[in-house]
């Protein structure tokens, strides 16, 4: 198992920029609107009008201005690539960020990305297709984001979401941006309309009775205190143990530790980026694993493996991560 850690750990890396959900992103920011001499964005009574030029800061402080509402997309996260095929007509957008946005493992619109060229974070690429905005996360190395802002091409940084509700205000601030508002309006309230679908189901359960929940993966990681899961997981009724426990983070547990914790369920991932892990061997390990078999999860069969395109979204799909886990965990609430 110590073997198998080694070798996938560079992948791992990538596939978390990939997504958009490296560790120590920081929280959303809602986009500010600059200067009396540029009008602002402005929206009608339903919120369908957006005025341009509009001029915005990004979450690291970038002033930003959009002459005109913008007709050549690129995204470079997959968390864009699905905001975007849901915001704008396809053919706004010129490219999406790479082929793992037709990874049914991990990408929401695999499908719709096959017909779309890939930049695979290539410069020349990028620059090639003159866009008039880019979108890009925080995260992101600054030289290649300098590279572009050289070039005159408009890009557009956004702060990765460790919760809904700034998964929500990402939503907003991509819709306003392409000029679509009531769009973006029309995801939040989709988004809604789920979390209040589980809220419904699981409200009944007392807090004495609630479930506690470990998400754990195959280099000894879990997920605390201001994660993205630890939000799903109180919204899913659930007792995140890592958080429970002062984690916080995407800290490495000991096995020792798990046994400490003793959650009722432990929640792995079912996707692996370079195909060459299959993620399945993890659940059998911690099954067949002596040290563990006092732990609850385990010994009650309650480990699950969730799609990792809802648990670990940072996009509308976000919302579909807490119906999982309400489901896996609860699953006679939902019969």
């Known amino acids: 198992m110590r073997q198998r850690i080694g070798k996938s750990l560079a992948w791992l890396v990538v596939a978390m920029m990939m997504l958009g959900i490296l560790a120590g992103c920081g929280s959303s920011s809602t986009a500010s609107t600059e200067g009396a001499k540029t009008p602002t964005a402005q929206t009608g009574a339903k919120g369908e009008n957006v005025q341009y030029p509009l001029t915005v800061k990004d979450f690291s402080g970038n002033e930003l201005t959009l002459a005109q509402k913008p007709e050549r997309i690129v995204s470079l996260t997959l968390g864009t690539d699905e905001m975007l095929l849901s915001l704008v007509e396809h053919s706004r957008i010129q490219a999406l960020s790479g082929k793992i946005a037709e990874d049914e493992g991990i990408s929401n619109v695999a499908t719709e990305a096959k017909t779309f060229r890939k930049v695979e974070n290539n410069i020349e690429t990028i620059i090639s297709l003159k866009p008039d905005l880019v979108f890009a996360a925080s995260w992101m190395k600054k030289e290649q984001i300098q590279q572009l802002l050289d070039a ?119 996707w692996s980026y370079d195909k060459k892990q299959n993620p399945a061997n993890l659940a059998e390990d911690l099954k067949k694993d002596q040290s563990l078999a006092t732990v609850k999860a385990i010994k009650n069969h309650r480990v699950y493996m969730l799609p990792d395109k809802h648990v670990i979204s940072v996009s509308q799909y976000m919302a579909l991560g807490v119906e999982d886990l309400a489901k896996a965990a609860y699953p006679d609430l939902f019969k």
Do not use: C, H, W
């Open 152 to 270: 005159k091409i408009p890009v557009y940084l956004y702060g990765t979401a460790t919760n809904l509700d700034e998964q929500k205000k990402v939503i907003q601030e991509v819709a306003r941006l392409v000029g679509e508002p009531t769009k973006g309006q029309t995801m939040v309230a989709e988004m809604d309309k789920t979390l209040q679908r589980v809220a419904d189901k699981v409200k009944g359960i007392k807090a004495e009775t609630k479930l506690t929940v470990l998400d754990y993966n195959s280099f000894g990681s879990t997920k605390g205190k201001g994660t993205g899961f630890d939000d799903m997981a109180q919204r899913a009724g659930l007792i995140n143990v890592a958080a429970q426990a002062g984690l916080t983070g995407y800290p490495k547990i000991s096995k020792e530790k798990i046994v400490e914790l003793n959650p009722d369920v432990i929640i792995l991932p079912s």
